[in-house]
Nanobody, 114 residues
Framework: QVQLVESGGGLVQSGGSLRLSCAAS????????MGWYRQAPGKQRELVAT???????NYADSVKGRFTISRDNAKDTVYLQMNSLKPEDTAVYYC????????WGQGTQVTVSS
């Protein structure tokens, strides 16, 4: 069973930066795709960014140019560097990993104050 442990959330002022990390463990196979979703209060969970094979990336339009997803394949760890944060980025951020099923992290709160 894959376990995902997230870290790096917190409170930051508008325009600030945060870096989220998500480490995968417990699987014989490295996840092919890893990524991040977020869910704001009263809203549906939305895809933020994905990385496939450690190289190919995809971003939601709302974060393009501000967020960067990367992966350390040796550590099966995915990162989300978030710059120029806005209050509308406030949400719980969940990482996921696709092995032979989709595993989810526990979520980490990101709060951006105006």
């Amino acid at each position: 069973q894959v376990q995902l442990v997230e870290s790096g959330g917190g409170l930051v002022q508008s325009g600030g930066s945060l870096r989220l990390s998500c480490a995968a463990s417990g699987s014989r196979f490295s996840p092919n795709v890893m990524g991040w979703y977020r869910q704001a209060p009263g809203k549906q969970r939305e895809l933020v960014a994905t990385i496939s094979g450690g190289v190919s990336t995809n971003y939601a339009d709302s974060v393009k140019g501000r967020f960067t997803i990367s992966r350390d394949n040796a550590k099966d760890t995915v990162y989300l560097q978030m710059n120029s944060l806005k209050p509308e980025d406030t949400a719980v951020y969940y990482c996921y990993a696709d092995v032979y099923y989709r595993a989810w992290g526990q979520g980490t709160q990101v709060t951006v104050s105006s």
